[in-house]
């Protein structure tokens, strides 16, 4: 198992409701990225993290998505108040350092109700 | 008008056909250009990637990057049907985590 994991595979919410997404990196990665794929767009940057840091949130959508990585290992994406809009693919990335190199995780599917 | 412009497609060519990707730009700055595969429920596979303008092979993939006109390309030789999956191309300004990506080009290479 020397991937990228997340957990759940596929998530069901209904509107309002909060959600926490999971990603275990590749170990001794120090950057971990999440992003979201709509369906049929490519991905898109939310945050990223060296180690236990965020250091740029700035694609995060709304002040209802909070990411956290505490420990500098796995990390957890929560959304609160979940909208519609909020259904698509969420993709975790990690990288040995700072370069192009990003491993992907297989993604949790967000289906809003 | 995107940062990243890429043709969805669908593509549809040949067992053995060369399959040409292609990606147009329009901020300069990027410098880190790549290349991702999507098989269907499945997280990007990073391919190649280049770093500033010219070319790059590996196998049966060749990458190139002209940035005098912001278009990068990837040509696949000897197309095989495992080759059938969305093509993502993304770039990034150097050590940037915000990698822009593509809308992806779904081929389909048929037996």
């Known amino acids: 198992g020397a991937g990228v994991s997340q957990s759940p595979r596929y998530k069901v919410a209904k509107r309002g409701q909060d959600v926490a997404l999971r990603c275990d990196p590749i170990?001794?990665?120090?950057?971990l990225f999440w992003y979201q794929q709509a369906l049929g767009q490519g991905p898109e940057f939310l945050t990223y993290f060296q180690n236990e840091a965020q250091l740029d949130k700035s694609g995060l959508p709304s002040d209802r998505f909070f990411a956290e990585r505490p420990e500098g290992s796995v990390s957890t994406l929560k959304i609160q108040r979940t909208q519609q809009e909020d259904s698509a693919v969420y993709l975790c990335?990690?990288?040995f350092g700072g370069g192009p190199e990003q491993y992907f995780g297989p993604g949790t599917r967000l289906t809003v109700t | 008008q995107k940062e990243v412009e890429q043709d969805p497609g669908p593509l549809s060519v040949p067992e053995g056909a060369i399959v040409s990707l292609n990606c147009t730009y329009s901020?300069?700055?990027?410098?880190?250009f790549m290349w991702y595969r999507q098989y269907s429920r499945k997280g990007p596979e990073l391919l190649m990637y280049?770093?500033?303008?010219g070319n790059k092979e590996d196998g049966r993939f060749t990458a190139q990057v002209d940035k005098s006109s912001k278009y990068i390309s990837l040509f696949i030789r000897d197309s095989q049907p495992s080759d059938s999956a969305t093509y993502l191309c993304?770039?990034?300004?150097?050590?940037?985590?915000?990698?822009?990506f593509g809308a992806g080009t779904r081929l389909t290479v048929k037996p």
């Open positions: 901020n300069s700055a990027f410098q880190y």
């Open positions: 993304a770039m990034k300004v150097g050590a940037s985590p915000d990698m822009r």
């Open positions: 170990s001794g990665h120090v950057s």
């Open positions: 280049t770093y500033s303008s």
């Open positions: 990335a990690s990288s």
